[in-house]
């Protein structure tokens, strides 16, 4: 009987209620959104020096079924979600204000989508939208497809990760499996090893792993297999 806070419904899924708030009465409205958004902005602005980054991680950000990552001044949205999908225009709204940003890619092609009612789509939402992209993550740059690359086309959530690859790859033989950018791979020999092989099938992301090794200059030192890893 107790009011344990808000959130809206979607009896059609498993996770039918997403909590938004931990008071009553509050709606999921554009000033609640802007405000989260802006406290997001502001704690990635703390912790990273370039704008390249996951700026919304849904629940993380009190924002459920909102996913935004950045590329400088372009930004990529997911709305994972019936209740983030209705409140499109107002995340849209916000961005604009807060960023002023060259272009929003929404890019939704979630299996999951389906039971949330929603079809998968790519679309242009404001501004002009690159096909690719150079990021620069912990100062090492890398080539990213927007348009076509897999979910929000980079995977912000293992920047860590690989930046510990530093303290015990150099000199090593590294192999980078289910590659797709190369990136674990890259870092590997940016930060020393002897030499890095890449298994990834998709053709397209084996054009990007050799963008990528050329960029950061280890042609000598690089091999890329383009065959199913498990074969």
Same mark, same amino acid.
């Given at each position: 009987?107790?009011v ?16 938004? $708030?931990?008071?009553? *009465?509050?709606a999921? *409205?554009?000033?609640?959104?802007? @405000? ?30 909102? #996913? ?6 372009? &930004? ?10 209705? !409140?499109?225009?107002?995340? !849209? ?11 929003? &890619?929404?890019? %939704?092609? =979630? =299996?999951?989508l $389906? ?13 002009? !939208?690159? *096909? /690719? ?18 979910? /929000? ?12 690859? @530093? ?16 990136s ?20 397209p992301?084996?054009?990007? #792993? ?5 960029? %950061? ?6 091999t890329? #297999?383009? @065959? *199913?890893?498990?074969?």
């Amino acid at each position: 009987g107790s009011v344990l806070g808000s959130g809206y419904i979607n009896p059609h899924t498993l996770l039918s209620l997403r909590l938004y $708030s931990n008071m009553p *009465d509050v709606a999921f *409205d554009a000033a609640l959104i802007k @405000e989260r958004l802006q406290a997001a902005l502001a704690l990635r602005q703390t912790f990273f020096s370039a704008p390249y980054y996951r700026l919304c991680f849904g629940e993380g950000d009190l924002l459920p079924g909102i #996913i935004i990552d950045r590329f400088n001044d372009i &930004l990529v949205l997911q709305l994972t979600t019936q209740g983030a999908w209705q !409140v499109q225009e107002f995340v !849209v709204a916000a961005l604009i204000e807060l960023l002023n940003p060259r272009g929003i &890619l929404l890019k %939704n092609e =979630q =299996q999951s989508l $389906s039971l949330e009612g929603l079809e998968p789509c790519t679309k242009t939402l404001y501004g002009e !939208v690159l *096909d /690719t992209i150079l990021i620069f993550e912990n100062n090492i740059p890398f080539h990213v497809p927007l348009l076509n690359g897999q979910k /929000t086309g980079w995977f912000y959530d293992q920047r860590n990760n690989r930046k510990r690859l @530093e303290s015990f790859v150099k000199g090593k033989t590294v192999l980078d499996i289910f590659a797709y950018l190369g990136s674990f791979g890259i870092y590997a020999g940016v930060y020393g090893a002897s030499s890095v092989s890449f298994i990834e099938s998709s053709k397209p992301a084996c054009d990007y #792993i050799q963008k990528n090794i050329t960029e %950061n200059k280890l042609d000598d030192r690089a091999t890329i #297999i383009c @065959e *199913d890893a498990f074969t």
